[in-house]
């Protein structure tokens, strides 16, 4: 079983989807927040996972990364999952969790990175959307994908209601995709999402 580590900044759902979908390939054993206000904190907590709050504010960024390294590396943390983690990580904290280290971005990457997606998304009438889960690279949200999922997008919709269908399809995705990677199934490699034994 997988050690995992989520870092989350706020409302924490797809922390829930993940802890809802452990035990099978994944545990984790430690949730951190940069924000102590974090809802996220409550669900981890009622869970049972030990919770860990390293505040951002007042700290260089290689400062505040080495804080979260060093507490990932005394938890024996295998895998760190990013779960609405509203803080860019330096290049050498990401190179250090090379191959280890995963974010889901709520839109078909390599379309509409960054923030602000959904209404980037409405006001071009795309017809299609979802999200993706990727491996983290150094550059903001253009990691190799591991997996998708897609949900169609209506003339109607406003910013909040295409979020809550992609937030839906998230929970399903996500660990779904940290099953994958827990068991060995898909690996980074040269900068690609190799894969192994499916289907
Ligand atoms: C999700 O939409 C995720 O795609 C994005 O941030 C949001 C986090 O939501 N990266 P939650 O905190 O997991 O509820």
Redesign the pocket.
Same mark, same amino acid.
């Given at each position: 079983m997988k050690k995992v580590a989520v870092l989350? /900044?706020?409302?924490? /759902?797809?922390?829930g989807s993940l802890i809802a979908a452990q035990e099978g390939s994944y545990k984790i054993i430690l949730v951190i927040s940069n924000n102590a206000d974090a809802a996220?904190l409550e669900r981890a907590a009622a869970a049972g996972i030990a919770t860990l709050i390293v505040p951002h504010a007042g700290k260089t960024r290689d400062s505040f990364d080495g804080e979260l390294d060093a507490a990932l590396r005394a938890a024996g943390a295998e895998i760190v999952v990013? &779960?609405?983690f509203m803080r860019i990580l330096s290049d050498g904290f990401v190179r250090g969790w090379e191959g280890k280290l995963v974010?889901?971005?709520?839109s078909l990457l390599p379309a509409y990175k960054g923030i602000k997606v959904h209404e980037r998304v409405i006001e071009a009438r795309e017809t299609l959307s979802g999200?993706s889960v990727h491996f983290v690279v150094p550059e903001l949200d253009a990691g190799p994908v591991i997996a998708q999922a897609r949900v169609p997008v209506h003339p109607s919709d406003t910013p909040d209601a295409l &979020?809550a269908r992609?937030?839906g399809v998230?929970h399903q995705l996500y660990p779904e995709a940290l099953t994958l990677l827990a068991k060995g199934k898909v690996r980074l490699e040269k900068g690609l999402a190799v894969f192994t034994d499916t289907p």
């Open positions: 989350i /900044s706020g409302r924490g /759902s797809n922390l996220g990013l &779960a609405g974010n889901i971005h709520p999200a &979020a992609v937030l998230e």
